[in-house]
């Protein structure tokens, strides 16, 4: 049985902030969602018009009326939504890292860089509003441009 990855959802008490995360910075586009019981938004990397292309699920915790999402998800203790828990990062594929770097800069992140060994990635790690740590992954050859950049 094939199988692929659809979405991952991040439940956050800071709905303005994760979404401004994934869209300001990362470049998703929030598109259509299902009219659930609770706030939230969908933010898709490709065409709105395929819910497939909605990679990330935001849902919002509403602090006065929270029964629309624990009737549907479940009750989760809101203290327990910091990081990434057993998950250990999400990972998106990458281009443009010199505009990735300077949109971080610009919203004083500091991301932490890593090249793969023999694999031609070359690897940012961020973390988003909740904690959720990020991978993006870049062409070796953006960065080989990079470093071009800085030496001239």
């Known amino acids: 049985m094939p199988i692929s990855l659809n979405h991952f959802s991040i439940r956050t008490t800071d709905l303005a902030a994760t979404k401004a995360f994934y869209v300001n910075l990362l470049g998703l586009q929030e598109g259509p969602r299902p009219a659930f019981p609770f706030p939230g938004y969908?933010?898709?990397q490709g065409p709105l018009d395929a819910y497939a292309n909605a990679a990330v699920h935001v849902i919002g915790?509403?602090?006065i009326e929270r029964s629309?999402?624990?009737n549907y998800l479940g009750?989760?203790?809101t203290g327990s939504l910091k990081g990434s828990g057993?998950?250990?990062?999400?990972?998106?594929?990458a281009t443009d890292l010199i505009g990735m770097l300077k949109r971080l800069q610009a919203a004083g992140i500091e991301p932490r860089q890593r090249?793969?060994?023999?694999?031609?990635?070359?690897?940012?790690f961020l973390n988003d509003p909740s904690g959720?740590?990020?991978e993006l992954n870049y062409p070796m050859e953006e960065k080989q441009a990079l470093d071009r950049q800085s030496v001239a």
Do not use: N, S
């Not at 090249?115 to 940012?124: A, D, E, N, R, S």
């Open 42 to 44: 969908w933010l898709y």
């Open 61 to 63: 915790i509403d602090p």
């Open 68 to 70: 629309g999402l624990d």
């Open 75 to 77: 009750e989760r203790d």
């Open 86 to 93: 057993a998950v250990d990062h999400v990972a998106f594929f």
């Open 115 to 124: 090249t793969v060994p023999g694999v031609g990635l070359h690897q940012l």
């Open 132 to 134: 959720v740590v990020v």
